[in-house]
């Protein structure tokens, strides 16, 4: 087996000091040393170099790839299998568009990067009401609020009668086509506004499929309404020229991505595809796509009509999923997107797949799950050090069987 090794050197120092009282004559004499020249080490020969992939029999790698496809648990199938150099060692009609449900999130978090760049934080900022004693807060797409921040705010604005909120910043729909509302109390989704208490939970839960709340803008202002004494509370539009009172900031985007991604949250992925949006001018999730045309993505044949992969009318075709992942293990901009996926078997939505088969922590993949729908999408280092990504969306199939089925897919890349 193959694997890099690091060669360090040691080097040492000797200083010479002198003191005070005989600063002079000592350094009158030392400037009359001759000092031989510093030993130098002969650098080692490396014992091992890094895996390039010699020896890999690809005709067998496409043999076993092409005979895990086969699983009847997959039903209608599509894929694209690269290696870290961009060649395709297997594919099945990867240029045909399927229901890809959470996968989606991986279109919306390489927009992210790429669009607002991994520092971008949002800002909340609370603002003197056209009333005395009333404040405004101005949601500004924060959906990650806790108690910290919550207490922030009402520290800066110690006392107050009434609190409003101002949900403008978001003046598209709430629930979004192919959506159903019983997800809400299902804890799958919010109506989508832009502030919430841990994307619609509620202060007690930070993550989880636990109900979302109906109202989430008004949780915002009623939590803050509790800490200052406000007995009203209600939604109210901010004076642009209204002092500011208190403001804070979320999490940096790299950190909101990796909750986002890792625990799969459709709320959490709806805000950022709305902040692509405001960005870049437009609409979501149509923005996405536009930053991805941009940055060179092939998008054509891909219909979102969200950011979460939570409706069931989106469309990608595997070619474009690989596509933005390859780009990210190559070390592009897009490169903070890997360390945002799930690990098998270890945290996240894969923590409790893989528990014997050889990706089990190598694995590294955003997964996807609807009604008849399987996705997976990642990368995997092989035993001899080779990368590999894939993307792979299963339709028409039943979930548990065709997850597994993909995992052991996924897997077989382990061993090449």
Do not use: C
């Amino acid at each position: 087996m193959k694997a890099w090794t690091w060669v360090t050197g040691v080097a040492a120092l000797a200083a010479v000091g002198s003191v005070a009282a005989f600063g002079v004559a000592a350094q009158r004499e030392l400037s009359q040393l001759s000092v031989a020249p510093g030993y130098a080490m002969e650098q080692a020969a490396p014992v091992l170099e890094p895996a390039v992939g010699e020896g890999v029999d690809k005709q067998a790698l496409r043999a076993a790839l092409a005979q895990a496809a086969a699983d009847p648990a997959l039903a209608t199938f599509h894929a694209r299998v690269s290696d870290i150099s961009g060649e395709v060692v297997f594919e099945a009609s990867p240029d045909s568009p399927l229901t890809p449900a959470s996968s989606t999130k991986i279109l919306t978090a390489a927009a992210a990067i790429a669009e607002l760049g991994a520092a971008d934080t949002i800002t909340t900022t609370v603002v003197a009401g056209s009333r005395p004693g009333e404040v405004v807060i101005k949601a500004a797409g924060d959906v990650w609020m806790g108690t910290q921040r919550i207490d922030a705010l009402a520290a800066g604005i110690g006392h107050a009668d009434s609190v409003m909120i101002d949900t403008s910043a978001w003046p598209d729909e709430t629930m979004l086509p192919g959506w159903d509302p019983v997800d809400i109390d299902g804890g799958f989704v919010a109506p989508l506004e832009p502030a919430m208490l841990n994307a619609g939970r509620g202060l007690a839960e930070e993550t989880g499929d636990v109900p979302r709340s109906h109202t989430p803008a008004l949780d915002v202002a009623q939590a803050v309404a509790d800490r200052v004494g406000a007995t009203t509370v209600g939604y109210g539009a901010a004076d642009p020229a209204a002092p500011v009172i208190a403001s804070v900031e979320s999490p940096d985007l790299v950190a909101r991505l990796r909750t986002m991604m890792k625990e799969s949250d459709n709320v959490m992925a709806e805000a950022i595809g709305r902040e692509i949006a405001a960005h870049r001018g437009g609409t979501a999730p149509q923005a996405t796509l536009d930053v991805l045309a941009g940055r060179g993505f092939d998008t054509s044949g891909v219909t979102l009509a969200d950011s979460s992969g939570l409706s069931t009318l989106n469309r990608i075709t595997p070619a474009l999923l690989n596509a933005v992942v390859l780009s990210a293990v190559q070390g592009s901009e897009l490169a903070a997107l890997i360390d945002a996926l799930p690990v098998a078997g270890g945290d996240g939505t894969l923590a409790e797949r893989y528990g014997d088969l050889p990706g089990r922590g190598w694995v590294r993949a955003k997964t996807g799950t609807l009604d008849g729908t399987s996705a997976l999408v990642g990368t995997v280092t092989s035993r001899v050090g080779n990368v590999y990504t894939f993307a792979l969306l299963s339709n028409g199939s039943d979930v548990l069987p065709a997850r597994r089925a993909l995992d052991v897919l996924a897997s077989v890349l382990r061993d090449y």
